[in-house]
């Protein structure tokens, strides 16, 4: 007989929960609208209706269920399931694992939705199989977790894996976080879309403009439909971003050395136009470090499944 939990992955827009067997698939995925803002205790009973809902569509019995895990935005503290600040939601010392549990009567764990979703291509996706990994996101910033002998790296503060806020250019670009230079203000999928906007505005002529048809339909994809046009102006953008990506994937080999490293994020769809120029450069920049002897580097491959994946396998991830 299988067993049976439920992951959570709780966006700012959405809150999807799956019922998830023992060979990490997802058997019955359910997503709801978060609706907010709302007080947090309406979020809570909204979520517990959605673990009741998915069970239910999924024909098991909510007893059934092993644990429920969740990956949430915001400072999270996995041992206790506390939230300390979850900016986005509004919410401050938000007592999220324990609430869960009264209002659902089984074991919950919390972690941030980053982790979480690491986790998950750990377990079941691109680093399956491998036993030290870094999941990388390019999107909007840089998100990043980190599986070392299998363990998700929490820090004592629970905040590690933050590799988006290494700086890579001393007192470059200014960050949200405070810094300047951080790797997420150059190689990220937005500060590519930046990059596309400023060349544009620098050449009139590029083919980014047909492409896009004006800057706000600008995204980071317009320079690589650029290049593949043969575009010499998209192919500047392009390949200046790839040294930027390079240059952050080379100081985490240098940092962890994991057996793999997993790229996601939309841009990751680009496949081996952005991989071979990343494992190019890493090789180079490593090589007198590893001797020679780099990770794999590959995309990332649950998509949008993996938070609800991660979530569900958080009791493996202590």
Known sequence: MSKYTIGIDLGGTTMTAGVVNDQYEIVSKLTWATRLPRPAADLEKALADLCRAVAKQAKISFSDVEYVGMGTPGSVNFTTGFVGYNTNFGYYDWNLGPD????LNCRVYVENDANAAAFGEYIAGGAKGYTDAVIITLGTGIGSGIILG???LRGFNFAAGEM????I???GRACNCGRHGCWERYASARALSEDTKQAMKENPDTLMWKIAGDLDHVNAKTAFD???AGDACGKRVIDNWLEYVGC???NVVNTFEPEVICIGGGVSNQGETLLAPVRAYVERETANI???RVPAICA???RNDAGVIGAAALANSI
């Open 100 to 103: 869960m549990e009264q209002l």
């Open 150 to 152: 299998g363990k998700i």
């Open 164 to 167: 988006g806020h290494t700086v």
């Open 169 to 171: 250019v001393k007192d």
């Open 226 to 228: 650029a290049m593949a």
């Open 248 to 250: 952050g994937v080379a």
């Open 290 to 292: 590893t001797g020679g």
């Open 300 to 302: 990332c491959v649950l």
